[in-house]
């Protein structure tokens, strides 16, 4: 049969010829070796390629589902319900730690020294390593790969992986049955996270009781902080708004005060206040460098806000955590404190229209979505949904501009108070 037009598997595969192309051709003119999973290639590929490089994962992505075909679509092929626990294992059993950066040993002796016995852990080893994670060099010898060298010594990345498998993972798999079980409540406690710890506890208050798990959430928070991409740095914050024309600013959730930090680093006069749960402000380090103008306080973001007539109130990350019913009320404790011409600025993510981005950002927007939904019952949120929380939190709330642009997936959403 021939096809008197191109078919789209045609069009995807040339679309990946001519982008790996482009992509080729950069990595020789700089003198770069080729992408690889070696261990000595760098952790990130170039900013320079971005474009080429979102344009051949979205077209392999494509391909790939286009060549399983609908029956192992549906099989969901290759098996997902336990795909992740080889990397959990990578994790739990600490397996990067027992192997030195450029060493080379047996399954029997690493599993040894992981306090494992080998059969079950060569099994599941294999499997982190049909992810790239570790490999095996020659039959029966493990070595690191670039990707599982990043899970060596205490990082956020490493915290980052636990908590996602450990908690959100689990959580996901009773997601269904707590919407059930609780009649579809929002309540925070009625999500699938205290179905699969089987606690009455939120996330939140179960992981604020036990130290360890505390200090890995903040770790992960300061990961995601740094990490390269995903527009949790402050530069697309500070360029959205001109933060040097007001006054006051009071940062909400702020946490440890990273961002409340930047903007005061990065403004003439600008005061900040950092609020959160007065055992995270304990932790938070009392800066001295910006002449009195960043100070903490303990406050929760459900009763009323004590600090009035602040020019902007600010919510880096936090709305996302809660679902409509209660970040409803987070946005009205603000109320009693607003004079006319307040902003409300807020740092999410936005979801954007269903379909207008290829699946493979797609599929990472969705899991995204329901993670929230698992652990928190809460959930990310489209253009409308914001615009309609704040109008639903009270009329007199007025949305003024929406800020994507930047590189990174936070974007900036300024509203207004245009009460008494």
Not at 73 to 97: K, Y
Not at 103 to 132: N, Y
Not at 216 to 223: L, R, W
Not at 364 to 369: A, L, N, P, W
Request: aromatic share 10%; proline share 4%.
């Amino acid at each position: 049969m021939v096809f008197s037009t191109p078919t789209r598997i045609s069009e995807l595969s040339s679309i990946i010829q001519l982008n790996v192309g482009i992509i080729d051709t950069y990595f020789d003119s700089e003198g770069l070796a080729s992408p690889s999973f070696d261990l000595d290639y760098p952790l990130d590929l170039p900013d320079t390629i971005s474009q080429a490089r979102t344009s051949v994962l979205e077209a392999t992505d494509e391909l790939s589902d286009l060549m399983l075909g609908p029956r192992q679509i549906a099989e969901c092929h290759p098996p997902q319900h336990t795909s992740l626990i080889g990397i959990q294992a990578v994790i739990r059993w600490n397996i990067a730690d027992h192997l030195g950066e450029d060493e080379e040993t047996t399954f029997e002796e690493l599993a040894e020294r992981c306090g494992v016995p080998k059969d079950d852990f060569t099994r599941i080893l294999r499997q982190a390593m049909s992810k790239h994670i570790f490999k095996e060099p020659r039959r029966g010898i493990v070595a690191h790969s670039a990707a599982s060298t990043l899970y060596r010594g205490e990082t956020g990345l490493k915290d980052f992986i636990s908590i996602a498998l450990d908690d959100i993972w689990p959580s996901a798999t009773r997601m269904l049955d707590a919407m059930e079980k609780w009649n579809y409540s929002q309540d925070a406690n009625k999500a699938g996270f205290n179905c699969s710890q089987n606690t009455d506890e939120t996330y939140m208050q179960s992981m604020r009781s036990n130290d360890g798990r505390r200090k890995a959430f903040s770790k992960v928070m300061s990961y995601m902080q740094s990490r390269p991409g995903f527009g949790f740095t402050s530069s697309h914050l500070l360029a959205a708004f001109d933060w040097n024309s007001v006054g006051k600013v009071v940062d909400i959730g702020g946490g440890l005060g990273d961002t409340g930090k930047d903007i005061v680093r990065n403004t003439k006069a600008t005061e900040c206040v950092v609020q959160d749960l007065p055992d995270v402000i304990a932790e938070a380090e009392q800066e001295v460098e910006f002449d009195g103008r960043l100070r903490f306080m303990g406050h929760n973001f459900f009763e009323e806000q004590p600090l009035k007539d602040a020019d902007v109130y600010f919510f880096r990350w936090v709305l996302h955590d809660w679902s409509d019913m209660h970040a409803t009320n987070i946005l009205r404790s603000l109320v009693p404190a607003l004079k006319p011409g307040s902003s409300v600025i807020i740092q999410e993510f936005i979801i954007p229209p269903s379909g207008s981005v290829p699946f493979y950002h797609e599929k990472t927007i969705r899991c995204m979505d329901l993670a929230m939904k698992a652990a928190f019952n809460s959930k990310e949120r489209d253009i409308d949904s914001w615009i309609q929380l704040f109008s639903s939190a009270d009329s007199r709330f007025k949305f003024v501009n929406a800020n994507v642009g930047g590189a990174g997936n936070l974007a900036v959403l300024r509203f207004t108070w245009e009460g008494n």
